[in-house]
């Protein structure tokens, strides 16, 4: 037992020593690379700890061997920034001043939905919210607000369409039936599939955007308020 003991305290002393220097993002948001390290010396430490057959200094040794990968490639990120790009990757404009990015989406496995979800954490409830919307390459959330955000602080709107593809439940919250709904995308000459996102808040207010196209603000006749 005092055996296990020390070696749990030896090698926490150690993780303690290496996280340390590895800076203060491996305690914050981390990129991708800061990741996969931080994970490896995790299951690196547990090693040892467990197994008392495994010699304490196979750990040790392991866990230093990342901390000197971490430290090259930190100086390869700083000497020649190409690099950056290929390790870490770069930020992705989602949203700009024609609406949601179909193609940045998609190139990040992501949806509408997963984007609305993003802005909302980040305090924007409508997508018209920002000029731009990007995520970083540590993968959190960056907009640049538009002046009138807010305007419609109390309304919260509802995704129904969602990378043409129509969510039947918000539908049917807001009490928009199947008829009324295809002979609105109708008038816009569009088609469910075609749409790439469209919300609407309990006053009506539409955000529409179909693929590859500027997104539209349009007014709705909504039965049901939530």
Request: charged share 25%.
């Amino acid at each position: 037992m005092a055996l296990i003991f020390i070696r749990t305290a030896v090698i926490f002393i150690t993780l303690l020593a290496v996280m340390r220097l590895m800076g203060k993002s491996q305690i914050g948001e981390m990129q991708p690379f800061e990741f996969v390290i931080t994970l490896l010396i995790a299951e690196l430490a547990c090693i040892p700890m467990a197994d008392s057959s495994i010699p304490l200094l196979y750990g040790i040794v392991s866990i230093v061997t990342i901390f000197i990968l971490h430290q090259i490639i930190w100086l390869l990120d700083l000497w020649f920034k190409p690099m950056k790009t290929v390790i870490c990757g770069k930020p992705s404009v989602v949203i700009n001043r024609d609406g949601v990015d179909y193609y940045q989406l998609k190139k990040n496995n992501l949806d509408v939905s997963d984007l609305v979800e993003s802005m909302r954490a980040a305090g924007y409830f409508n997508l018209d919210d920002v000029y731009y919307g990007l995520y970083e390459a540590n993968g959190s959330f960056s907009a640049l607000e538009k002046e009138s955000k807010g305007e419609e602080k109390n309304s919260l709107p509802l995704l129904l369409v969602d990378s043409g593809k129509a969510d039947k439940k918000n539908l049917a919250k807001c009490g928009l039936g199947r008829e009324e709904f295809y002979g609105f995308l109708k008038s816009q000459n569009a088609r469910e599939r075609d749409v790439l996102a469209m919300t609407v808040n309990p006053e009506g207010r539409v955000y529409f955007q179909k693929k590859g196209e500027k997104y539209k603000i349009l007014k709705l006749k909504v039965e049901k308020t939530w």
